[in-house]
């Protein structure tokens, strides 16, 4: 049996959280989740009862359907995706290898749902949730950004930061972050990488897009994992480069 009270969140004993855990309801609305996750992770920290939860969380997943188990596996992904650990340095990658395992399977299940065709959003924040379960550093974290359509990395020759805008603005670099405005400041084309020229991971990521029926996604992935030009020195980069920079 797990003892919260030895254990902590991000407000102090971790006391509550067996009951949070026992009332949560599959609807993503539901104010449960923000107190489970503002304790759990809390803008990204992981406390001692973070991963104690990854039991009950995996639990609570095989046990809804594949349409309704997002929140207890976004909330699980986040965790283990989690690196600022005041309470510790456990790996859950070895402490909860079998939970994760089984969370991992249980989120490929909900990517084949054929609900999520037509619900681009919900598909990224999964499949961000599986890559932090495969133990891939980085983008289980920064995936989102996709729906964001933006990233913002430094240049990294000037180090001024710049914005990576991909999506309904079009598809540039700027250090204007008032971009979407008519009277932004410079903004300079994106460089896409082919898709017959991506590799490792980005071609991995934009293969399983097409194939799932997102190819809006995988439009995006060619700019995340092309080249951008500093709006301010003109300095050519790459955008993961710049990313891995800054996060890794």
């Not at 710049?162 to 999506?167: D, L, P, Q, T, V």
Request: glycine residues 8%; negative net charge.
């Amino acid at each position: 049996m797990t003892d919260w009270s030895r254990l902590h969140h991000a407000y102090g004993t971790a006391d509550d959280v067996p009951g949070l855990l026992d009332s949560v309801s599959p609807d993503a609305q539901d104010p449960g989740w923000d107190k489970l996750w503002s304790r759990l992770c809390h803008q990204g920290t992981v406390y001692s009862a973070s991963y104690a939860a990854l039991p009950a969380l995996t639990e609570m997943a095989r046990q809804w359907s594949p349409a309704d188990r997002e929140m207890p596996l976004c909330l699980a992904g986040s965790i283990v995706a989690g690196t600022d650990r005041p309470y510790g340095d456990e790996d859950p990658q070895v402490t909860y290898a079998s939970q994760i395992s089984d969370l991992a399977q249980l989120t490929e299940e909900s990517l084949q749902d054929p609900g999520l065709a037509g619900n681009p959003t919900d598909y990224v924040h999964l499949l961000a949730t599986l890559l932090s379960f495969q133990g891939v550093e980085i983008w289980g974290e920064q995936l989102d950004g996709l729906n964001d359509e933006e990233y913002e990395v430094p240049c990294p020759v000037c180090g001024s930061e710049n914005f990576i805008a991909f999506g309904k603005y079009g598809f540039f670099s700027t250090t204007d972050g008032m971009y979407m405005k008519p009277t932004a400041a410079r903004k300079v084309p994106l460089r896409p990488q082919a898709p017959a020229a991506l590799d490792g991971l980005a071609q991995r990521l934009h293969s399983r897009a097409l194939a799932d029926g997102h190819p809006e996604i995988a439009h995006k992935l060619t700019y995340v994992f092309g080249d951008a030009q500093c709006a301010d020195c003109d300095a050519v980069f790459s955008v993961e480069e710049a990313m891995i920079a800054r996060w890794g």
